[in-house]
């Protein structure tokens, strides 16, 4: 095991800093990345079997940071501080995105949302849902999470995203969720609800721009693809 006071240890963390400050994120591989944030919590010890094994047993590094700290720690055994230096990195870049996508109207910035709503969903191993709530000038009001599991019982949860629209004066919403499998491919019940949802929400004056559906292999529009 390399103790961070050895010549060995302090060079090599030197020289992944090095190429992080000259060439940025992507001078460094998964597996470095990981193995730096781990050491800030580790300093004594060669965290790179450790990086490799973690991102190995999650299944790449987006699965890693999403992943609940408790399971990390259990994985990795791990202590919670290590755990937390992963989460820290995927909480930072949440927010850099989400930012990013608040700064200009959603549907003039349509890539930022796409690369936030990654970063926060894409990888989850539990089935999401948020929805975005708009401004008359599209601006986002809110972007809250409404509920966890499949869209099943769409009268409820119909019942509640608008009863949430009303509150914040809402004139439009985009519906979000992700398929942990991966693959965003809409399913009926996906179509159904969002169809019920826009009928709903003719009622009240809500437009309902968009249901995106969020995987690890891409993503999926409902309006572009002509369903709503």
Known sequence: MTEEGSHDGKGHRARLRARLFEGGPGALLDHELVEYLLALAIPRRDTKPLAKRLLK?????????????????KVGGISESAAAALKIAHAAANRMMEANAKAQPVLGSWQALLDYLRVDMAHEAIERVRVLFLNSKNMLIANEPMWEGSVDESAVHIREVLRRALDLHATAI??????PSGDPTPSRQDIALTRDLVEAAKHLKIQVHDH?????????????????
């Not at 985009?174 to 398929?179: D, F, G």
């Open 57 to 73: 047993e999650f299944g790449g590094i987006g699965r890693l940071l999403s992943a609940d700290a408790g399971r990390i720690v």
């Open 174 to 179: 985009i519906i979000v969720h992700n398929h």
């Open 212 to 228: 995106v559906i969020i995987g690890a292999e891409g993503h999926r529009s409902l309006k572009a693809m002509g369903l709503i």
